[in-house]
């Protein structure tokens, strides 16, 4: 399974658009890679999930470039309610089981 | 409709003891997951079922067992515990059909277990 590297932390203020880098050099031709928001004391929530190029949804947006060695989750305009961690996970669906790989995420803190 | 469903919400043991969790996943959801999450590891992998048969399993020792029932319900038992058993145990299902994509795994609310 293809290892992720995040930043441990990241800080923001409400309003302003966070951008969070996970690294996968070793990522496979059949990975995905999906982002998972977890509060405390509660289960990882499902974000956003991509093979290549751009994905969007309600909430997010994640940038995949040509190699697929990275991907960018991108939060447009968060509230504290965003104070959470983030995970990036690579792996293989439906076939490859759901055997979920995480690492050990970035802790968000937005501020007033 | 209803999310993931895991009971108790919080147990407390002692060493040695056994403990069994349980999770109900979404309806029709075929696929359950279940990780270990601790301050220290992380959230960690220990095993999945599907259609009542153990799929994959993570590097946890024969003590952490499961099973999964004909209406996609699993148990997870942990027998002779140990204080660093102590964890947020979490169940997740999916909808899960072979060779397909699964486009998102959801997560019960966790049980916290502690061990004394």
């Known amino acids: 399974l293809a290892k992720t590297t995040q930043p441990i932390s990241m800080d923001s203020y409400e309003g302003q658009e966070v951008n969070i880098t996970c690294s996968h050099n070793n990522i496979a031709t059949n990975d995905y890679i999906t982002w998972y928001q977890q509060f405390p004391s509660q289960g990882p929530r499902f974000i956003i999930q991509g093979y290549k190029t751009k994905v969007t949804n309600e909430v997010a947006s994640l940038f995949i470039p040509a190699d697929r060695k990275s991907s960018t989750l991108s939060l447009p305009r968060v509230s504290l309610s965003d104070t959470a961690v983030y995970y990036c996970l690579v792996g293989a669906f439906g076939g490859g089981g759901n055997k979920l790989t995480f690492g050990t995420g970035t802790q968000l803190k937005v501020e007033l | 409709k209803a999310g993931v469903t895991q009971t108790p919400r919080y147990l407390i043991k002692t060493r040695g003891q056994q403990v069994t969790l349980s999770c109900s996943p979404i309806s029709g959801h075929r696929s359950v997951s279940w990780y270990q999450q601790t301050p220290g590891q992380g959230l960690q992998f220990l095993f999945e079922?599907?259609?009542?048969?153990?799929?994959n399993k993570g590097n946890f020792p024969g003590r952490f067992s499961g099973r999964q029932f004909s209406n996609s319900r699993s148990e997870m038992n942990v027998s002779t515990l140990e204080l660093g058993d102590s964890a947020l145990y979490l169940c997740?299902?999916?909808?899960?059909?072979?060779?397909?994509?699964?486009?998102?795994?959801?997560f019960g609310q966790g049980t916290r277990l502690t061990v004394v």
């Open positions: 997740a299902s999916s909808l899960r059909r072979g060779g397909d994509v699964n486009t998102e795994a959801f």
């Open positions: 079922y599907f259609s009542e048969t153990q799929r």
